[in-house]
């Protein structure tokens, strides 16, 4: 397990040291590589990763699963779940995850960009005239990792361990020969030079927060696939290799700058013995490929969530492996997010540029899981003031420094994953608020099931023999596919089924909460299947396999009734007509819930219905 974490939960923090000091020394914040300024950065970056990897992440914010899941969905569930019912918090708690998850949208677009890009431009260093193939050849290895998705990770995932056990072994290795050779370096491990550095430079080392912040870019991660590993394995993996290769990396870097004062364009790479120069470049670009497959996994599985979660249109989802309920693979963002990185890559050209703009959306994340946590701790785990406040302030000041100081940079780049934050946050609320409007429409339109049963008389419409499933998000209410049914069709099953699929806000449903029925009489009853935000929602392997109460469901003698639904946006209903828009334009490419639900075609039964919002 603790190979496995390696191998997939530190790719993208452990591939920072390609560029982070790069761009803290670079021509972008002009800090010139005296002695005192290496120092410095080099303690910032230490103390960084001991604050914010290692103390929130590994240490505190582990501790707030979801049942073993974590993420910043995960976090919203069980604080929202934590919260008493209709708590006006809970609404803001709702705003704050979104927004948290449409900002790591944005961070799965930069990451595959720039850390491709910084691997493959070692190429400059090893022989300068190779500069003009370091795009096509990254875009090579993107669209070839992009096209790969569709085949699964489970095969590949296999080989990521070792190789990035070897490239974190290879880190350690270059910073101590360096180190070796000049050890006064490991006086940045006094923080107080940090204080010295702010304290000389002050406006100037609070925007050289901006580069420092790729040093701990990839902490969300280690949050976000506690699911896949537990606590431990990550715990030990951290705290055994990857931070002491990274810090020993770090500083052997800083070692190499203080020898070359004035002379050093690209540290890691010019840490690198000349025959190994090749190699090296060879390993970090398969280090960076493997980082960048563990962030469009991850981003493909909170896709899934915000899905299952209602945040998002239904999409077509592709199980890649026949044992691992995680390996999935989402066609429509994959190509999405391969055509956003293409465009990224061509638009900024460099790492350099990308380095600007990467950070908003990483240090936006890491803020909003600080706020979501100290609610967290305050409403469920009730602890005191003293516990709470301190740590919650010391986070609160570090990342909103770090956040405010890549804000700066919007004119220069920093507004390109602030853009796809907003848009992915609007298409999620938009998506949202839609669905809900459709919903109360549709139910202010119908009538109450049990007052339709009870004044139901015999003579109403004729019974036929088998069992209507009728699929309804609400089943307090008569379906317009029965109403329209009984309507049109004059005919009633003899067995009517009302089924509502609830997602609930766990990552798997408990044996006990999978079903609630309510037999109504006259052979109508409301049924409820309630999934995990994890889980494959098949409504068919689950009537046949759940305990359900009353007589069994035969495939061949069930009839699946659906509503297909018209929308018509009209001016002053509802949402701005533009998010009106926004939201049919996500309706009609989203997946039919019939096809998402896994209802057979030939079961299937359905009847249009026209809704305005």
């Known amino acids: 397990m603790v190979l496995g974490a390696v191998g997939v939960v530190f790719g993208d923090i452990g591939t920072s040291p390609l560029y982070t000091l790069k761009e803290a020394f670079g021509p972008h914040y002009g800090i010139d590589a005296s002695p005192a300024n290496v120092l410095g950065v080099l303690s910032l970056v230490l103390w960084s990763l001991v604050l914010v990897v290692t103390l929130k992440y590994v240490v505190v914010l582990m501790r707030a699963d979801n049942r073993g899941e974590g993420g910043i969905l995960a976090l919203t569930a069980l604080v929202q779940r934590s919260l008493p019912v209709a708590a006006p918090l809970g609404y803001a708690v709702g705003i704050l995850g979104i927004f948290g998850t449409a900002l790591f949208f944005g961070d799965g677009v930069i990451t595959p960009a720039i850390s491709v890009l910084s691997a493959v431009e070692g190429l400059e260093v090893a022989a300068p005239d190779l500069k003009r193939f370091v795009l096509p050849i990254t875009l090579v290895v993107l669209v070839l990792l992009f096209s790969l998705q569709k085949h ?263 507004w390109f994953p602030l853009a796809l934050g907003v848009f992915a946050f609007a298409m999620m609320r938009s998506w949202r608020r839609g669905r809900a409007l459709v919903h109360a429409q549709v139910n202010r339109d119908s009538l109450s099931i049990e007052h339709f049963v009870t004044t139901l008389g015999s003579q109403a419409a004729a019974r036929v023999e088998g069992t209507a499933v009728f699929l309804t998000p609400s089943n307090q209410y008569m379906p317009p596919a029965m109403l329209h049914n009984l309507k049109h069709n004059k005919v009633l099953h003899a067995r009517n089924v009302l089924l509502s699929v609830e997602v609930l806000t766990v990552p798997r449903a408990d044996e006990a909460e999978r079903v609630a029925y309510t037999d109504l009489g006259r052979g109508f009853s409301r049924l409820t299947l309630r999934f995990g935000y994890l889980e494959d929602p098949d409504v068919p392997r689950a009537l046949k396999q759940w305990a359900i109460p009353g007589p069994a469901f035969d495939p061949m003698q069930t009839t699946y009734f659906a509503s297909r639904e018209t929308l018509v946006a009209k001016p002053g209903l509802g949402m701005a007509l533009w998010r009106d828009k926004l939201f049919l334009f996500m309706s009609r490419n989203a997946t039919p819930a019939t096809e998402f639900f896994h209802i057979p075609g030939n079961r299937l039964v359905e009847l249009g219905t026209q809704v305005v919002i």
């Open 152 to 414: 699964g990770t489970e095969r590949v995932g296999r080989i990521f361990g070792p190789i990035t056990c070897v490239w974190f072994l290879a880190l350690a290795a270059l910073g101590v020969v360096e180190i070796v050779q000049h050890p006064a370096v490991l006086e940045a491990v006094n923080p107080a030079w940090a204080v010295r550095f702010f304290a000389h430079h002050g406006t100037l080392a609070w925007l050289a927060l901006g580069a420092v912040v790729l040093a701990v870019t990839g902490g969300e991660a280690l949050y976000a696939d506690m699911g896949h590993f537990g606590r431990l394995p990550i715990r030990i993996g951290w705290l055994g290799l990857v931070l002491p290769a990274l810090v020993l990396n770090y500083f052997g870097q800083g070692a190499f700058i203080l020898s070359h004062p004035g002379e050093v364009s690209n540290p890691f790479y010019e840490l690198v013995p000349g025959w190994a120069l090749y190699p090296m470049i060879l390993l970090a670009t398969l280090a960076t490929v493997i980082a960048s497959q563990a962030l469009i996994s991850g981003t493909f599985s909170v896709v899934r969530q915000a899905i299952q979660l209602g945040y998002l249109p239904r999409m077509e989802i592709v199980h890649t492996s026949a044992h691992s309920e995680g390996q999935i693979y989402l066609p429509w963002v994959n190509r999405a997010m391969l055509v956003a990185v293409i465009a990224v890559v061509l638009g900024f050209g460099s790492s350099s540029n990308l380095a600007i703009a990467y950070g908003v959306s990483v240090t936006g994340t890491m803020l909003i899981s600080t706020l979501l946590l100290v609610i967290l701790a305050k409403v469920r785990w009730r602890l005191p003031g003293w516990q709470v406040w301190p740590l919650a302030l010391l986070f609160v000041v570090v990342e909103a420094a770090f956040f405010s100081a890549n804000v700066v940079k919007f004119v220069e780049g920093a």
